[in-house]
C-alpha cells in the first residue's frame, strides 16, 4: 500500500488496474575515468559533491546532456532534421532561411515582431535567453514570417508580446512550435519563462554521475618553454596548474516511452530510434572538459538496462557508504558487486517492473554477482538491440 501511495503522489504511475503505469527504459552504468577534469565549475575546478558525507566526484546532469546531444550530430544517429537547435540567435537563423525572398532588413524587423508576438523579447539582435527549436519549429516560423511579411516588417514593437498584428496571425505563429518532432527537445525537454504554453515537459531523466568511492582533488603543476628564448635565458614561459581526480563513476538515467512518444507527436518509429540513439549515446558520450590534457577517453566497465512499467529506481544508495579499495579487488568490481546487492534488495522490497526486461554488458568479473542485473550480453550492440525490443514493446 506504502507504494501504491507514494506513486500516486509523485504522478509517476497508478497501481490500479487500467491507470496509467509509467512506461519506461533505465540505464546504469559504470565508468572508470583515468585522471581527468571533464566537468569544471567556474573556478575551473572538476565538479564534485557530498554524498553519504564523504567528497564524490561529480558530473552534471547537464553536461552528461549536452554530451548526448553532440553524439547525436557528430555520429549522425539522429538526422539534422531531427534535432533541435539552442541558441539566443534566432533573428539570424530566420533571417537566413528567407535569404534572397526578402529584403535583410525588413526580414530583420518582421522576424523580431513574430518573436515579440510570442513572447520572445529581443535585445541588439538576440533573445534575450537561450530558446530551443527543432529544425521543423524554425522552417515553419521563417514561412509564416514570409507569409504574414508585410503585417509583421510594418508592426510597431512596443514591448515583450505586444505587436500589432491579428489573432489569427499570432495564434499561427504559437501552433508553430509544436516541439517539431525535435529527438532532443523530446528527451531533454524545453522550458519557456515567457511563453508557458509551449514549454515541453522532458522524457528523459539524468542524474548527476556520482563516484562510488570518496575523491581527493589533485594538482598538475606545469610549465611550458619559449621555443624562442635565447640559450642563455633559462626558465619558464609560462606556468600554472591543473586540478583533477581519477573516479568510478555511477551514472543513472531514465527514459519514460510513453511520454516521448507523445513530444514526437505519436511517432512510434521515430521514438524507438530516439530511444536506441539515447542509450548508445548515454553509455559512450562524456564531456570532453580538458581531454587534449588528460585523454580520459575510458569507455564504460557496466552498463545496465531495464524496462517495463513502474517506478524509476536510481541506485545511487548503494554507494552512500563509499566503496574502498581493495589489494585483491580493483574498485570497478567492487563497485559493480555493490550495484548488483543493492537492485536485488530493491527487487525483494518492491517486486521487479510489470512486464520487466533486463540485461547488462559487463567487463569487469565480479565473481558471479551480476545476476541481479539479468543476462549479459557479449557486445554494446547486443545490448542496444535488446534495448530497442524493449522500446518496440512498450510502444506498441
Not at 36 to 57: E, V, W, Y
Not at 112 to 117: G, I, R, T, V
Not at 354 to 365: C, F, I, M, N, S
Amino acid at each position: 500500500m506504502g507504494a501504491d501511495v507514494l506513486s500516486r503522489q509523485r504522478g509517476i504511475h497508478h497501481t490500479t488496474s487500467g491507470e496509467r503505469r509509467t512506461k519506461l527504459i533505465e540505464l546504469h552504468i559504470l565508468q572508470t575515468v583515468a585522471p581527468s577534469n571533464l566537468n569544471r565549475d567556474d573556478t575551473n575546478s572538476p565538479k564534485d559533491a557530498l554524498f553519504g558525507g564523504f567528497r564524490r566526484a561529480r558530473v552534471s546532469s547537464q553536461a552528461q546532456k549536452r554530451a548526448v546531444r553532440t553524439a547525436f550530430a557528430q555520429w549522425g544517429s539522429i538526422s539534422k532534421l531531427d534535432r533541435g537547435v539552442r541558441t539566443r540567435r534566432l533573428v539570424e537563423e530566420i533571417v537566413r532561411r528567407l535569404a534572397g525572398r526578402r529584403d535583410p532588413e525588413l526580414a530583420t524587423r518582421a522576424t523580431e515582431a513574430a518573436l515579440a508576438s510570442l513572447g520572445l523579447g529581443v535585445k541588439e539582435g538576440r533573445t534575450e535567453y537561450l530558446v530551443f527549436l527543432g529544425q521543423r519549429e524554425l522552417d515553419r516560423l521563417a514561412s509564416l514570417v514570409d507569409q504574414y511579411f508585410d503585417k509583421l516588417a510594418a508592426a510597431a514593437v512596443s514591448g515583450k508580446g505586444k505587436v500589432q498584428i491579428d489573432k489569427t496571425e499570432k495564434e499561427a505563429l504559437r501552433k508553430a512550435l509544436d516541439g517539431g518532432q525535435a529527438v532532443d527537445i523530446a528527451l531533454f525537454g524545453r522550458m519557456l519563462a515567457d511563453a508557458p504554453e509551449l514549454t515541453i515537459d522532458a522524457a528523459c531523466q539524468v542524474a548527476h554521475a556520482l563516484s562510488t568511492h570518496k575523491v581527493d582533488r589533485e594538482f598538475d603543476f606545469y610549465t611550458a618553454v619559449d621555443d624562442l628564448n635565447p640559450r642563455e635565458e633559462t626558465g619558464a614561459g609560462m606556468m600554472g596548474d591543473v586540478e583533477f581526480y581519477s573516479a568510478t563513476l555511477y551514472r543513472y538515467a531514465v527514459l519514460d516511452v510513453a511520454k516521448l512518444v507523445e513530444n514526437l507527436q505519436d511517432d512510434r518509429d521515430l521514438a524507438v530510434q530516439a530511444a536506441r540513439a539515447f542509450a548508445e549515446a548515454f553509455a559512450l558520450a562524456l564531456p570532453s572538459g580538458k581531454l587534449n590534457t588528460f585523454a580520459a577517453h575510458n569507455p564504460p566497465l557496466l552498463v545496465a538496462f531495464r524496462g517495463g512499467d513502474g517506478l524509476p529506481r536510481n541506485l545511487a544508495t548503494a554507494f552512500e557508504q563509499p566503496v574502498r579499495p581493495r589489494d585483491d579487488a580493483p574498485l570497478s568490481a567492487l563497485s559493480i558487486q555493490r550495484l548488483a546487492q543493492e537492485w536485488a534488495k530493491f527487487d525483494r522490497a518492491f517486486g521487479p517492473l510489470q512486464g520487466e526486461r533486463k540485461a547488462h554488458l559487463t567487463l569487469v568479473d565480479a565473481n558471479g554477482a551480476t545476476e541481479p542485473l539479468g543476462e549479459a550480453v557479449a557486445s554494446l550492440p547486443e545490448l542496444l538491440e535488446r534495448i530497442v525490443d524493449t522500446a518496440r514493446q512498450l510502444v506498441a
